[in-house]
């Protein structure tokens, strides 16, 4: 096949994925119906190399993660994270209920190896997927290695109509008491960032237009660079993912200004760094048959049923010690499922669909938005990387 033909097919998947969420307001991921796709074209003509000879071979998809993971430790502001420490708290209660529970229940029913391949993806995004679907696949296990990628594809229809049902229920009581004057509108963090010339302390005498996109590159690779040299350094004494690493380097970077907030998105190579990442991810399927996926079908569900019980239960003890309702604790929790942009989309039709009154609306996005949002980021961006870069050891 030639290089271009495969390029705009996986592609035009990714597009058809995309329509089908938009139409159906993000009810339908567009990483499942993008996933079945990819499944259909392996079974029926798709070449096995088709990501590989559409321009993104493994070495590629490597460097994307070391600029993505760098560039999403630039996105943490600690000062929203200090204002919602409730919500930090609860989110990292509800991963705590997915990992002991699993491991309680789960390693009764499948094997260890199957679990800690389970946990990454289920709580985190395509990062984490990748991670564990590399780590198995270098083990040996074919089968989990695909497995990481489909748990990663399904998880969102369990998370997307729980989180609508929880904050519908948490909408209607905080409408209640707004309506008997028990609650007024909560004033949201200023979202203003400081411009570039501000946020980069280092480089404050640099005049803006050197301030270029390779420039912007140049820094990301850099702090890549050393995440990866400090990990190889300290592996005599302990092994450390140098993707987390690079996590912990790009908070480090932003916040003594050797980087701005969200480096590759100024540099014009957020789109294209995802865009190849999911086509790598998807990749990994070509290696799934229709008999491997009636073999992980049961695991799959099972897993996703156990760690979403453990994830309710703990976030629920959390929500009750810090005086936050069930059903907001349980909803914020549930963002591991599937992030930003779905927790701002969910939570907007959640509000839209509660009231027409644009003061309502109002109140109801200050008490449930911000905590949805700083969730999302806490789950996909920060926790289910270092639970990745800690997993793959066990393999």
């Given amino acids: 096949m030639a290089q271009m033909l495969a390029l705009a097919l996986i592609i035009l998947i990714l597009f058809i994925g995309e329509i089908v969420s938009i139409r159906t307001k993000a009810w339908i991921p567009s990483i499942f119906i993008s996933g079945l796709l990819f499944l259909i074209g392996y079974w029926t003509f798709f070449p096995t ?39 930090v708290l609860i989110s ?52 989990l290695s695909v497995f990481a990628v489909v748990i990663y594809v399904v998880q969102g229809f369990a998370g997307y109509p729980l989180t609508s049902i929880m904050l519908k229920k948490e909408g209607r009581r905080l409408l209640g008491k707004y309506r008997n004057n028990e609650l007024t509108e909560k004033k949201m963090a200023a979202t ?31 702090v890549g660079y050393l995440a990866y040299l400090v990990s190889t350094l300290v592996a005599p004494l ?14 480090i970077a932003r916040s003594i200004g050797f980087l701005e907030r969200h480096p590759l998105q100024k540099a014009n190579g957020f789109g294209f760094a995802i865009m190849a990442l999911l086509l790598y991810i998807f990749d990994g399927l070509k290696r799934a048959t229709p008999e491997m996926m009636l073999e992980i079908l049961y695991p799959l569900v099972a897993c996703i049923v156990i760690g979403i019980i453990g994830m309710y239960l703990f976030s629920f003890i959390m929500g009750k010690i810090l005086k936050v309702s069930k059903e907001m604790a349980f909803a914020v929790s549930l963002t591991a499922l599937y992030g930003f942009p779905a927790d701002y989309i969910i939570t907007q039709e959640v509000i839209e669909s509660l009231t027409d009154d644009e003061k309502e609306r109002e109140v109801l996005t200050s008490h449930m938005l911000p905590s949805m949002l700083v969730a999302g980021f806490v ?10 870069g800690i997993f793959v050891g066990f393999l």
């Fill in 379 to 388: 789950t996909v961006t920060i926790v289910s990387v270092i639970l990745a």
């Fill in 238 to 251: 302990f092994e450390i993912s140098p993707f987390v690493l690079c996590l912990l380097f790009g908070i």
């Fill in 49 to 87: 190399e088709i990501v590989a000879t559409a321009g993104v071979p493994p070495v590629v998809a490597s460097m994307l993660i070391y600029l993505l993971i760098t560039n999403m430790g630039t996105l943490l502001s600690i000062r929203e994270l200090k204002q919602q420490w409730r919500t």
């Fill in 92 to 143: 990292l209660a509800g991963i705590l209920g997915v990992v002991v529970i699993l491991f309680a229940i789960g390693t009764l029913l499948f094997s260890f190896e199957t679990v800690v391949v389970a946990i990454p993806p289920l709580v985190g995004g395509i990062v984490s997927a990748l991670l564990m679907s590399d780590a198995a696949s270098a083990a040996g296990l074919t089968t």
């Fill in 192 to 222: 203003e960032q400081p411009d570039e010339q501000q946020e980069l302390k280092l480089f404050s005498k640099l005049p803006a237009q050197y301030n270029t996109e390779f420039f912007k590159f140049f820094r990301l690779a850099l």
